[in-house]
């Protein structure tokens, strides 16, 4: 990069402002908006609303690929997760009636499995994020634009990407098998 890159130009040619992006201190401001979607996401009781932090909290993560120079996933995250998955998640919402709470047992329940889901998670990250740091590690080589990803996808990460596709058809099947019951009964 250039640092006429993030300068602006005047008429007379001269750079009044010239700037670098120092670090990563620019991603300061989007990342605390994503945290902040998330937690009001975490702490409001409304659906309604719970639906749209998430929004809010996507395509902050969109923003924030894009401002990382990655724009096939800033692009895939607005609109696959931000749009999308957001549908399906606000048709869930208006299918099932979520105003009466569930049982006393049933909700002991799902906050145990909710933690355990929950410290699980935490540990993946904190392997994934170790190993990332940890000196000698080797990152994959980076495709050449679309197509060398989808030769990747492909190639490499093929049982990866068919299991995730099973797994979607699954969660789909579900779906139509409950609203099926739904309706039924």
């Given at each position: 990069?250039?640092d006429s890159?993030?300068?602006?130009t005047?008429?007379?040619?001269?750079?009044?402002?010239?700037?670098?992006?120092?670090g990563?201190?620019?991603?300061?401001?989007p990342?605390?908006?994503?945290?902040?979607?998330?937690?009001a996401?975490?702490?409001?009781?409304?659906q309604?609303?719970?639906?749209l932090?998430l929004?809010?909290?996507?395509?902050?993560?969109?923003?924030?690929?894009?401002?990382?120079?990655?724009p096939?996933?800033?692009?895939?995250?607005?609109?696959?997760?931000a749009?999308?998955?957001?549908?399906?998640?606000?048709?869930a919402?208006?299918?099932?009636?979520?105003?009466e709470p569930?049982?006393r047992?049933?909700?002991?329940?799902?906050?145990?499995?909710?933690a355990?889901?929950?410290?699980?998670l935490f540990?993946?990250?904190?392997?994934?994020?170790v190993?990332?740091?940890?000196?000698?590690?080797?990152?994959p080589?980076?495709?050449?634009?679309?197509?060398?990803l989808?030769?990747?996808?492909?190639?490499?990460?093929?049982?990866?990407?068919e299991?995730?596709s099973?797994?979607?058809?699954a969660a789909?099947?579900?779906a139509l098998?409950?609203?099926?019951?739904?309706?039924?009964?």
């Amino acid at each position: 990069m250039r640092d006429s890159d993030f300068g602006l130009t005047l008429a007379a040619g001269k750079t009044k402002y010239r700037g670098k992006f120092h670090g990563l201190g620019y991603l300061r401001y989007p990342v605390a908006l994503c945290i902040g979607s998330v937690l009001a996401m975490i702490l409001s009781r409304n659906q309604a609303h719970n639906a749209l932090f998430l929004v809010l909290a996507f395509s902050c993560l969109g923003g924030l690929f894009g401002l990382l120079d990655a724009p096939f996933a800033a692009a895939a995250q607005v609109l696959v997760y931000a749009g999308a998955i957001m549908v399906l998640f606000l048709f869930a919402i208006m299918m099932f009636n979520l105003r009466e709470p569930a049982p006393r047992e049933r909700r002991t329940l799902r906050t145990f499995l909710a933690a355990i889901l929950g410290l699980v998670l935490f540990a993946e990250l904190a392997i994934a994020a170790v190993r990332a740091i940890a000196p000698g590690s080797v990152s994959p080589g980076e495709p050449d634009g679309l197509a060398g990803l989808g030769r990747l996808l492909f190639t490499d990460y093929l049982y990866a990407f068919e299991i995730t596709s099973l797994l979607i058809l699954a969660a789909l099947v579900g779906a139509l098998a409950l609203a099926g019951k739904k309706e039924g009964g």
